[in-house]
């Protein structure tokens, strides 16, 4: 896992509520039997007519040339439905590092900072204020001070991550390493219950 | 002060507590599929690690595989590659595989229950969001991805925060033709698709403890559509009888250890809920969804909602979904054709829902412009429906009887609805795309969908049950 400290990017906006697992990875593309690849079918429905990577949907916002950037913006629950993490895989392979909205269904969240995808919920208002800047502008999300700001009007807002979630990040550990190194705390565990 | 159910299990399973972090938690029983799983043993094997505790796993095929020809190799190259993955992956590390073919195979939330596997006070986890129907038994059970699935394969144990907690009762009698499919459908409507995010939710109440356990077990499994991690009942005699007597459950001098245990599984009197709602069972219809997530439902001789009143972003999405669905605002829903019925999935293909469908259109036949879709959760679902005669009924009302697995729920197989053509479907997802890319899809109850299979259009039940 890559470690996460400070992103500094334009973004993507995608003003829609609910946006479901099934919309960042529709099942059909669930057949896979590794982790790597998912970007190019991430919002393929949303993406291309008729399931036709030559007939990209102009009006959709990963088809504008205009937006890019390492941080997605959508609107609140974002990541509802299935607990798929080709999802969260699917969102980093195409290139985000930090997802933003006001918020998030817990598996997807759970998912993207199991992947290194750090998901920053913010206030309705500040998503508006967001929303509201042009393709060129800039966002500076600030793992350690726990801080998102718009950097061209300096407004800002302070993000919750609890602090176990927060060091992993910030040093691309994963709960695997730690759970492993508690072997003989489980298997007492396991005794005592038993 | 008192503890709630979920507290009393949780406790029991917290192997340590992380300062300012999550809980370490152990996991009693895991469930594993085809699709979720393949990454997380890659994983394991790139660590150079084997499978913690392989006797407290459980495996099945049942997202990927076709409901027709079972005894085939699958056609489709790529999901033929997963299945033999898992069959590969199962047999490497010794967990126990209901695969095709195997008596015991069918959708994943619905063999655990049926073979005694998921019991009260356990806490039990699956790559898969509808792993909370297992909360019907009273367990902490909940759906997790695939990173979570290897930590569990590896250590038997997961990081999870404590979840706050929710309690919904309903209370009093349910009218004629509405079942548990209606109860949770409406609990969603009211309370919107994200509104238990982050909770836990208990489920209780006289119209809840009146409901059998595939009744509970539709409610639980559809905690997950209203955002909630997990949905749970408490355990009564109605779960202890259910789970008596079946493959895994415990025996003689365990059995009545467990039992002792199982009945202390009960939210205390003065327990403290961090949030409670209360719903009047007399006041739920048939519901049916017109939207594009389970929360846009209404009663069956409502309306469609207007837009007028709405913020900006939710006027945008539900204009969307309205666009998506061909619908109109302020329209009725009832009398509108439809193309598919499809009776199955975990929310809705146990054998009760199998009956309570049969009840519907025996002796009558289906309406010729629908196409209709019966498949059981799992073989022993299968073999039931035959040995009371069902697919008989079934089959002499023109439905079609398939073979145990996921199906048309997701349309990762070939049971896919066609693009622009509706679908009243007992499954628990109507997302955009989700049977099938362009598929509409109308979420009801298996009465509403046989209702709809013999007139051919979004009907009341009540009106058929004369
Ligand atoms: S039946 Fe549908 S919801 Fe249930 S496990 Fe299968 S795909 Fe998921």
């Known amino acids: 896992m890559q470690p996460i400290r400070i992103v500094h990017s334009t973004f993507v906006p995608l003003p829609l509520e609910q946006v479901d697992t099934d919309q960042i990875i529709p099942a059909r593309f669930l057949k896979a039997t590794t982790r790597d690849g998912f970007g190019k079918n991430l919002f393929r429905d949303w993406r291309y007519e008729a399931d036709d990577e030559t007939k990209p949907k102009k009006d959709f916002v990963l088809n504008n040339p205009l937006y890019r950037g390492e941080i997605l913006v959508a609107g609140k629950n974002f990541g509802c439905g299935s607990s798929r993490e080709h999802a969260a895989w699917a969102v980093l392979d195409y290139g985000f590092k930090v997802v933003v909205s006001s918020f998030f269904a817990d598996i997807f969240k759970n998912n993207a900072l199991n992947n290194g995808v750090l998901p920053v919920q913010v206030s309705e208002g500040f998503l508006q204020q967001i929303f509201e800047q042009g393709p060129d502008a800039t966002l500076t999300v600030d793992l350690e001070a726990q801080t998102i700001t718009i950097d061209a009007t300096g407004a800002h807002e302070q993000f919750e991550i609890n602090n176990y979630k927060k060091t992993c990040l910030l040093n691309g550990y994963d709960d695997i390493d730690y759970l492993l190194s508690m072997k003989s705390e489980i298997e007492a565990f396991e005794t005592a219950r038993n | ?466």
């Open chain 2, 1 to 466: 002060m008192g503890k709630t159910l979920v507290e009393k299990i949780w406790e029991k399973h917290v192997v340590r507590s992380i300062e300012g972090g999550p809980d370490v938690l152990y996991i009693d029983k895991h469930l594993i599929h085809e699709v979720t799983s393949p990454q997380a043993f890659a994983g394991l094997e790139k660590r150079g690690i084997p499978v913690a505790r392989p006797q407290q796993v459980v495996a099945t095929a049942d997202h990927n595989v076709p409901t027709i020809n079972q005894h085939l190799p699958i056609r489709e190259e790529l999901s033929r590659k997963q299945v033999e993955k898992l069959i590969e992956n199962c047999a490497n590390h010794g967990i126990e595989l209901y695969g095709l073919g195997h008596r015991y195979q069918g959708i994943v939330h619905v063999i655990g229950p049926e073979l005694g596997f998921t019991q009260p006070g356990m806490t039990i986890v699956c790559g898969d969001s509808h792993t909370s129907t297992h909360g019907a038994f009273g367990s902490i059970a909940f759906g997790i991805g695939t990173s979570e699935v290897e930590m569990v394969l590896a250590t038997q144990c997961l990081m999870q925060s404590k979840p706050k907690l929710m309690r919904i009762n309903v209370e009093g009698e349910l009218a004629k033709g509405v079942v548990a499919k209606d109860i949770i459908l409406y609990i969603i409507a009211q309370i919107s698709a994200s509104g238990a995010t982050g909770f836990f939710v208990e489920y209780a109440g006289s119209a809840i403890r009146s409901l059998s356990m595939e009744g509970r077990m539709t409610i639980c499994n559809m905690s997950i559509e209203m955002g909630a991690r997990g949905g749970l009942i408490a355990p009564d005699q109605t779960t202890f009888d259910y789970v008596q007597g079946r493959t895994f459950a415990p025996k003689g001098e365990v059995w009545d250890k467990k039992l002792a245990e199982w009945k202390e599984l009960y939210s205390d009197a003065d327990a403290q809920f961090d949030h409670e709602i209360n719903i009047n069972a007399a006041d739920i219809e048939p519901m049916i969804t017109w939207g594009t997530n389970p929360g846009l439902g209404i009663g069956i001789n409502d309306a469609i909602p207007t837009t007028e009143t709405l913020s900006e972003g939710e006027k945008r999405n539900l204009k969307k979904a309205l666009e998506y669905m061909g619908l109109q605002e302020g329209k009725a829903i009832k009398g509108m054709p439809v193309q598919h019925v499809f009776i199955g999935s975990c929310t809705n293909s146990r054998i009760e829902d199998l009956r309570l469908v049969a009840d519907v259109v025996k002796g009558r036949r289906k309406n010729d412009n629908v196409k209709v879709m019966i498949v059981p959760g799992s073989q022993q679902v299968a073999e039931q429906v035959r040995a009371e005669g069902l697919d008989k009924i079934f089959e002499a009302a023109g439905f079609e009887v398939r073979q145990a697995g996921c199906s048309a729920c997701l349309g990762m197989n070939e049971d896919k609805v066609p693009a622009g053509e509706y679908c009243i479907s007992t499954s628990n997802r109507n997302f955009e795309g989700r049977q099938g890319a362009g598929a509409r899809t109308l979420l009801a109850s298996p009465l509403t969908a046989a209702a709809a299979a013999i007139t051919g259009v979004v009907t009341d039940v009540r009106e058929l049950l004369g």
